[in-house]
């Protein structure tokens, strides 16, 4: 008998991943891309049975690997499956197969590449993506974007930059202080930890004002907050898109400068990287992250450990600033790697509950994907924008006053939606809708 490893399955574990499923159908009903279609194949139950035909040695046809890129990688199944199935694992696994040198389905069209070489050398580089920014602002101040909406006739020659530029966030509505934050804010009062905090890619070079209001917050929870001006990409967007040893290196790199921060939490406000992070010990256990580096399993497991949503750490820690009211109706909506990947659902429903005058409201389908999902919604546009409008007619029937959400990608997605669905309302970020109750300015979020 053979026992030649599997080069795609090297250790038997996503044999037994496809092993566990039994095929109840369970899945079906939390997955956006099923909803939309209502093909097999297009389902959780249907990729894995892709992935079982792969790694028994079948041929991938472009069709497969089709199915296998419009899934969202939301995990919405992974907590609807009865029988535990790790279907996240299985997911990873097949983006890596096209991605990196073991490829297993077929090749990636030359503009498909591009647009991903495009994507991964600007994203997780906040100096190069702000370089985007003053054309970005030129084009809105012209109107010049509205020429490649989609659907028009320029935007269905170029639908990847027309949904780049969908998605892109509009001019700021308050004023964002110039200038990096600085390495350290004092907790207010008595100080009862020390936490290091996350800044993001994505978030600190679109929603910067997301970062001033997080650190206001945890300082004004008696926290100490430090904020390392040499951490970099945490990783997530290439890790959710298959590009592993890329993922591993960040992961490295901001291994090495949280352990040197000494902090005692480290508090992430944007639920992609929050998940990516509290994943390094899977992520490194086998990765090459280079012998006497930081990114040792030890020292992924023990970041990791140390990980906390805002919500989750606020909660945690029990919040002690006054709350001012906001006469308001909030719409909270979840995203997908903070409900179905980290299981935080309750902990921020608890903090804006406590707001007085706030009412909370829920959305319908809330647990569905709005379409973000990383990069989804630049490399599928026409599903990501179904969703999208799905998710702005949820908003609408909600009669809410604003949405809060925990992630930059969906702070987006939501926005452009509804600026095409009708009058836009303000997407905020909870810490944002926090820093305005302590402060006592409910104008900041109108």
Not at 18 to 42: A, K
Request: charged residues 20%.
């Amino acid at each position: 008998m053979d026992q030649t490893p599997n080069p795609l399955d090297p250790t038997g574990e996503l044999a037994g991943v496809v092993g566990d499923c039994v095929h109840c159908g369970f899945c079906l009903t939390s997955c956006p891309t099923y909803q939309l279609w209502g093909e097999e194949m297009d389902s959780p139950r249907g990729r894995i049975h892709l992935i079982s035909q792969l790694l028994d040695g079948a041929n991938a046809s472009p069709a497969a690997a089709t199915h296998l890129d419009r899934c969202l990688g939301c995990m919405a199944c992974v907590p609807a499956c009865p029988s535990g199935v790790r279907y996240d694992k299985l997911i990873e696994a097949a983006r890596m197969w096209a991605a990196e040198p073991v490829k297993a389905l077929p090749p990636r069209s030359r503009r498909e590449r591009a647009l991903r070489a495009a994507i991964f050398a600007t994203f997780p580089y906040p100096n190069r993506l702000r370089l985007l920014m003053g054309p970005l602002r030129a084009a809105q101040r012209t109107r010049a974007d509205r020429l490649m909406r989609p659907g028009t006739g320029a935007g269905k020659l170029a639908p990847e930059l027309a949904a780049a530029l969908r998605v892109a966030p509009g001019r700021p509505s308050v004023r964002v202080p110039r200038g990096r934050l600085p390495q350290r804010v004092a907790a207010r009062g008595e100080r009862r930890a020390v936490v290091g905090m996350l800044t993001g890619c994505v978030q600190q070079v679109f929603f910067p004002h997301v970062n001033i209001a997080t650190a206001r917050v945890l300082a004004a929870e008696g926290c100490d907050v430090v904020i390392p001006r040499s951490q970099g990409c945490c990783g997530a967007l290439s890790l959710h898109d298959g590009r592993r040893a890329e993922a591993v290196r960040f992961a490295a790199d901001l291994i090495d400068t949280f352990e040197r921060a000494e902090v005692d939490v480290i508090v992430v406000n944007s639920a992609g990287c929050g998940s990516a992070l509290k994943e390094y010990l899977d992520l490194l256990a086998d990765g090459p992250a280079g012998a006497g580096r930081a990114g040792t399993r030890r020292s992924a497991a023990a970041l990791s450990g140390r990980v906390a949503d805002l919500s989750e750490f606020l909660v945690d820690i029990g919040p002690v600033a006054t709350r001012h009211p906001l006469p308001m109706r909030a719409a909270y909506h979840d995203a997908c790697h903070l409900a179905h990947a980290q299981r935080i659902t309750s902990q921020p429903r608890e903090l804006l509950k406590a707001i007085p005058d706030l009412t909370v409201v829920e959305l319908a389908d809330a647990g569905i994907c709005c379409g973000s999902a990383g990069i989804y919604n630049l490399v599928q546009p026409e599903a990501a924008g179904q969703l999208g409008a799905r998710k702005a007619e949820a908003v609408a029937d909600s009669r809410a006053d604003l949405v809060v959400s925990g992630n930059p990608g969906c702070a987006l997605q939501i926005s452009s939606a509804m600026r095409d669905a009708g009058p836009p309302k303000p997407v905020v970020h909870l810490a944002e809708v926090l820093d305005a109750s302590i402060r006592g300015d409910a104008k900041a979020l109108t």
